[in-house]
């Protein structure tokens, strides 16, 4: 099991340029989750899917903030336009179903210049 | 979801238990406690949750006090590899969200 796979692992960006991050699921797994992290904000949850729906995104920030999840085996998050302030460590993370253990990724480091 | 309360920081010998406590005084009935741990530049890794019994894994031991306001998760043998950042959650059962708060840095030194 390769478990729950980022790609890429940092990104470097102008602001004003559209920014996609991707996400492969561990197989099998049902709810896929974006979290951003910070050093002034923490860990926050951004969205959530449940069998590729989203159910909850009143994490994301703001209209320049889309994720998409069109099959069980794949999710993006799109930041159009960018901005410096955008910059964070991006986690995708997975869980089986409702109630059990989320399995994080290693994330992608996007810095916005 | 119940608010957790835990220290900022701790420090450990290598191979002395860790325990770091949490707080979690207004947890109901429903709510799972849930342990993350975060090495610097990785995602946040699983280590263990619990309803009400005492639980213990091959990562840790975690103990649940009889009214559920409080726990602590005991790392037996503590090692350099254990430095990380530590979090307490409180969990509903019938949601998927886990919300992350500032967590406790634990640092163990040889």
């Known amino acids: 099991d390769a478990g729950v796979i980022q790609s890429p692992r940092h990104e470097v960006t102008e602001m004003g340029q559209e920014v996609t991050l991707r996400c492969k699921p561990i197989s099998g797994h049902n709810s896929l989750f974006w979290y951003r992290q910070t050093m002034m904000r923490g860990l926050e949850l951004l969205i959530y899917f449940n069998n590729n729906v989203p159910i909850d995104d009143s994490g994301m920030p703001e209209d320049r903030f889309s994720a998409k999840m069109p099959n069980a085996s794949f999710s993006t998050l799109k930041i159009q336009p960018s901005e410096p302030r955008d910059s964070a460590v991006y986690f995708c993370?997975?869980?089986?179903?409702?109630?059990?253990?989320?399995?994080f990724g290693n994330g992608t480091r996007l810095t916005v210049t | 979801d119940a608010k957790t309360t835990q220290p900022p920081s701790m420090d450990c010998a290598e191979g002395r238990a860790a325990n770091l406590p949490c707080n979690h005084s207004?947890?109901?009935?429903?709510?799972?406690v849930y342990w993350y741990r975060q090495i610097h530049s990785q995602g946040p890794q699983y280590i263990i949750h619990g309803l009400k019994n005492n639980e213990t894994n091959e990562m840790a031991s975690l103990i649940i006090t009889e009214d559920r306001k409080s726990s602590t998760l005991i790392l037996p043998h503590a090692t350099l590899r254990d430095t990380a950042v530590y979090y307490c959650i409180v969990r509903s059962y019938n949601t998927d969200k886990l919300i992350f708060g500032t967590g406790t840095r634990l640092q163990v030194f040889p």
């Open positions: 207004t947890i109901s009935g429903n709510e799972y």
């Open positions: 993370a997975t869980q089986t179903t409702l109630g059990t253990p989320l399995h």
